[in-house]
Nanobody, 125 residues
Framework: QVQLVESGGGLVQAGGSLRLSCAAS????????MGWFRQAPGKERELIAS????????YYADSVKGRFTISRQYAKNTVYLQMNSLKPEDTAVYYC??????????????????WGQGTQVTVSS
C-alpha cells in the first residue's frame, strides 16, 4: 500500500510561485512513475506533469509547459511541483498520483493506482 500526502498549496497572486510537495510512503517509491493532476471547479481532472521512476523523463501538459517543473527526491520519498508565473486559470485542487506498474512517464490517469487527498491552489488576479 502506498500513501501520498500533498502539501504546499495556498493563495498566491498572479505571477507568483508555489512549490507543491508529495510525500510518499513505501519502500519501493523509487520505482514508481509519479504524476501531478489538477481539477478546477466544473472541469475534468487533467494531468499536468509526470516523471519517470529514474527522474530522467518528464511530461508536461501544454498549459503548464515552461512554467511548472516536476522533480523527485529519493532520499525523502518526495515528488515536487515547482509552479512559476502562476495564472488565475491555474486555480484548482492539485493531486499527486503514483503508478507502481510502469517506469516511464504515464499520461493516462487510469494507470495511476494511488492518489493523494489534494491541496488547494488559488491564484488571484
Amino acid at each position: 500500500q502506498v500513501q501520498l500526502v500533498e502539501s504546499g498549496g495556498g493563495l498566491v497572486q498572479a505571477g507568483g510561485s508555489l512549490r507543491l510537495s508529495c510525500a510518499a510512503s513505501g519502500r519501493t517509491f523509487s520505482t514508481y512513475a509519479m504524476g501531478w493532476f489538477r481539477q478546477a471547479p466544473g472541469k475534468e481532472r487533467e494531468l499536468i506533469a509526470s516523471i519517470s521512476w529514474t527522474g530522467t523523463s518528464t511530461y508536461y501538459a501544454d498549459s503548464v509547459k515552461g512554467r511548472f517543473t516536476i522533480s523527485r527526491q529519493y532520499a525523502k520519498n518526495t515528488v515536487y511541483l515547482q509552479m512559476n508565473s502562476l495564472k488565475p486559470e491555474d486555480t484548482a485542487v492539485y493531486y499527486c498520483a503514483a503508478d507502481p506498474n510502469v517506469g516511464g512517464v504515464v499520461t493516462t490517469s487510469s494507470e495511476y493506482d494511488y492518489w493523494g487527498q489534494g491541496t488547494q491552489v488559488t491564484v488571484s488576479s
